[in-house]
């Protein structure tokens, strides 16, 4: 039985160097897709395109990653720019946004990692908090701190102990999107993970499963890609 296939978008950056070029480069860092093969999985990545384009990728793949990256331009939830916000990357939101939309509707398994849990929360029509204060111990660099399941969802089923993982962001989940709900919390209350109990397996991490040796979330996610749809 072939391994399922799983869609990873990609970060896109204007100037990246390597070798004698210096070139406009989509890229994600080698972390993700080892994730994913470790899980028992096949990696693609997938660069921007128009979002109209997004139900054919969605029809080709069988779970989808959403990698993590820069802001979400907060015009999408409606909120004045924070100066603490990054610049918009506004062709990856409009991709990212159109494939979860997508991966929703088709019922794909989807995963979404840091920004990409951010997105999904966007996505739904919720709103994020542009920055946070004092949740991480040292800005600027990864940090690790403990997160806490909530009984009886989707995560806790899959990690059921607090466990600390690693995390970079200044951003989080303020007004939860439609139909979803927390998962797990940081000890300061900040949402670690939402979920959508209603869909097919739909999953949004706040911290970094790339750069943990845990698979258990990834695996989840190609188990679900690899059962195929109910009737």
Request: with cysteine; aromatic share 6%.
């Amino acid at each position: 039985m072939p391994r399922p296939l799983i869609g990873i978008s990609t970060y896109v950056e204007k100037s990246t160097r390597y070798g004698v070029w210096d070139v406009p480069t989509a890229l994600v860092p080698t972390g993700y897709y080892e994730l994913v093969q470790a899980s028992g999985g096949t990696a693609v990545l997938l660069p921007p395109d128009e979002p109209e384009a997004a139900a054919e990728v969605l029809s080709r793949l069988d779970g989808l990653v959403v990698a993590g990256g820069p802001d979400v331009d907060p015009v999408r939830y409606g909120a004045p720019r924070d100066p603490r916000t990054g610049p918009a990357a506004t062709v990856r939101d409009a991709w990212e946004l159109a494939l979860i939309t997508q991966a929703l509707a088709s019922g794909t398994p989807l995963l979404g990692i840091c920004r990409g849990m951010q997105a999904l929360n966007v996505a739904l029509g919720g709103t994020l908090i542009q920055h946070i204060d004092g949740h991480v111990l040292s800005p600027g660099v990864v940090s690790w701190h403990p997160v806490r399941p909530v009984p009886g969802t989707l995560y806790a089923a899959l990690v059921p102990e607090e466990s600390e993982v690693p995390t970079y962001h200044h951003q989080a989940v303020d007004r939860l999107g439609r139909g979803l709900i927390a998962s797990s919390h940081a000890a300061d209350g900040t949402v670690e993970s939402i979920e959508l109990p209603d869909a097919t397996w739909t999953l949004g991490v706040q911290w970094h499963p790339e750069l943990d040796k845990d698979t258990r979330v990834m695996s989840a996610l190609i188990t679900a890609a690899s059962t195929p749809p109910g009737p």
